[in-house]
């Protein structure tokens, strides 16, 4: 049964959205680290949704019952079996969906903090041609629990960075949940995609590659269980590492990008 502790939202009719035969090239990429207590309770959400959707949990080499929970229900899976982190995870399930030939993915995780109901709000203009990637946005639609203090920070710096350089708002550039054409697979299937921390750096990449992106409001949730990758120490080591990865970005841009060319005011001498 889905969590009934926590509050959702109304799901649109996902047959207003989408026909039968897009549904199947929709793949919900889910990764997982240490989710035995949660990923059943993710899994039976989104089915008694009904969404017809694949589904795809990348188990990222889970120290617990998290496999042994995912072959009990025959879900499909990959199972990794050296710990690449977040990034590593999910872009394995990229790598899937392009293999697969899938159209269009949701990425979200593992932990039932991500409200499932909000995902056809995130295909909506995906599906429709206005945008290469969408990102869930907390603080445009709801947050249901209370944002540690030096994370909040970090957001809202990286939030306004990020806005400035890519010239729109982003309220929540630090989002998990988001949905993304086949053209961004492509793109996030690179070796240079992070392995850790996908964040505000892989956003910038995104429009300085030329890529659109847009937000919508999401309902996001409190863990219901475990331990968060962004809990205790985790949040300090990962600022400094997104710090250091958007200067990187930033640097490459201004090394690659084109020189403007200034007409010259010098006349040239006559040829004698």
């Not at 589904?55 to 929970?69: E, G, K, M, R, Y």
């Not at 992106?213 to 400094?240: D, K």
């Amino acid at each position: 049964m889905p969590p009934t502790t926590t509050p959702s939202t109304q799901a649109l009719p996902v047959s207003t959205l989408l026909d039968a035969d897009l549904r199947k090239q929709i793949l919900i990429v889910i990764p997982a680290h240490n989710e035995e207590e949660n990923i059943q309770l993710v899994l039976d959400e989104l089915l008694g949704l009904d969404y017809g959707f694949d589904i795809l949990v990348v188990n990222d080499a889970s120290t617990d019952h998290t496999q042994a929970v995912l072959d009990s229900r025959g879900q499909r899976s990959i199972h990794l079996n050296s710990n690449l982190g977040y990034g590593g995870a999910v872009q394995s399930g990229f790598k899937y969906a392009l293999a697969h030939g899938y159209k269009y993915v949701v990425q979200m995780d593992g932990d039932c903090q991500h409200d499932p109901k909000s995902i056809p709000a995130l295909l909506e203009p995906l599906v429709q041609g206005q945008t290469d990637v969408v990102l869930g946005s907390r603080f445009t639609g709801k947050v249901t629990y209370e944002v540690p203090a030096l994370r909040k920070v970090g957001i809202a710096f990286f939030r306004t960075l990020v806005s400035f350089f890519i010239k729109q708002p982003i309220t929540d550039p630090t989002s998990g949940f988001q949905a993304l054409n086949r053209k961004v697979l492509g793109f996030y299937a690179d070796d240079t995609y992070p392995m850790d921390y996908p964040d505000s750096d892989v956003l910038l990449e995104l429009h300085f590659s030329g890529f659109r992106i847009r937000e919508v409001p999401v309902i996001m949730r409190p863990r219901m269980r475990g331990v968060s990758i962004h809990g205790g120490w985790q949040t300090v080591y990962y600022l400094a590492k997104m710090f250091l990865a958007i200067f990187m970005v930033l640097l490459r841009h201004c090394r690659t990008r084109p020189r403007s060319i200034v007409p010259s005011t010098h006349q040239p001498t006559p040829a004698q």
